[in-house]
């Protein structure tokens, strides 16, 4: 069984459009994350939510908002999509904040 | 604030052969460290952890770390690698005494294990 699930694995789109990408884990964590890795690998984190609660907000454009209808989905909603965008975005969960995480395998986002 | 380097982009090796990746972090407060290893198209998945207490951890796949506070280092040890082990690997710290879990990555280094 898949313990975090991303979905979808590729998404390429233009430029200006709004998408979502869902994630699901199935360990019963209540911390769950999104990472951003750019073109260099480098990855960062975007958000958190603890049990629906948002606790981390790192310095993400507006355009992008998570939504946690339950403690096992987080999902990413990207606005007027941008080329700089483009990147691999992860889900991760945690069973707390001193427990390691568990990533998905990654959204590949691509735009034209 | 902390921050992680990861002293190496690219490691070649040859089979069999012993290994180190280094890792060294920087922060003002006690910290968690975690190496992770990333396969071609998929997610981090964690290969060690230090929390507390012994500092030489074992892993899986064979590796182990040895956290060194006094050189603020983390570094990745596997004494024969194969060929399955090249991958990325990313050394990764968050603050002890936060309860948010943010994780700080360094940049990622390449290994390359040539046969």
């Known amino acids: 069984d898949t313990a975090v699930s991303q979905t979808p694995k590729y998404l390429v789109t233009q430029m200006g459009n709004d998408k979502s990408i869902k994630c699901e884990q199935n360990?019963?964590?209540?911390?769950m994350y999104w990472y951003k890795q750019d073109s260099k690998k480098f990855l960062k984190i975007m958000f958190s939510?603890?049990?629906?609660?948002?606790?981390i907000n790192e310095t993400v454009p507006n355009r992008f908002s998570p939504k946690s209808p339950d403690k096992a989905h987080l999902n990413l909603h990207i606005n007027s999509l941008e080329l700089g965008d483009s990147a691999v975005y992860f889900c991760?969960?945690?069973?707390?904040?001193?427990?390691?995480?568990?990533f998905g395998d990654g959204t590949r986002l691509s735009i034209l | 604030a902390q921050s992680v380097t990861q002293l190496d982009s690219q490691v070649p090796v040859f089979e069999e052969a012993p290994v180190e990746l280094r890792c060294n972090y920087s922060?003002?407060?006690?910290?968690?460290l975690f190496w992770y290893v990333q396969y071609p198209n998929q997610g981090l998945q964690l290969l060690l952890k230090y929390l507390s207490g012994s500092t030489l951890v074992k892993g899986i796949n064979g590796f182990e770390a040895e956290f060194n506070k006094s050189q603020t280092s983390f570094h990745l040890r596997k004494p024969s690698v194969h060929i399955s082990d090249t991958a990325e690997y990313f050394c990764?710290?968050?603050?002890?005494?936060?309860?948010?879990?943010?994780?700080?990555f360094g940049q990622g280094t390449t290994l390359q294990v040539k046969p």
């Open positions: 991760a969960s945690s069973q707390g904040s001193q427990w390691p995480q568990h």
């Open positions: 922060s003002s407060v006690s910290v968690y």
């Open positions: 939510y603890n049990n629906k609660e948002l606790i």
């Open positions: 990764a710290v968050s603050e002890g005494s936060s309860n948010t879990g943010k994780l700080i």
């Open positions: 360990l019963g964590h209540d911390t």
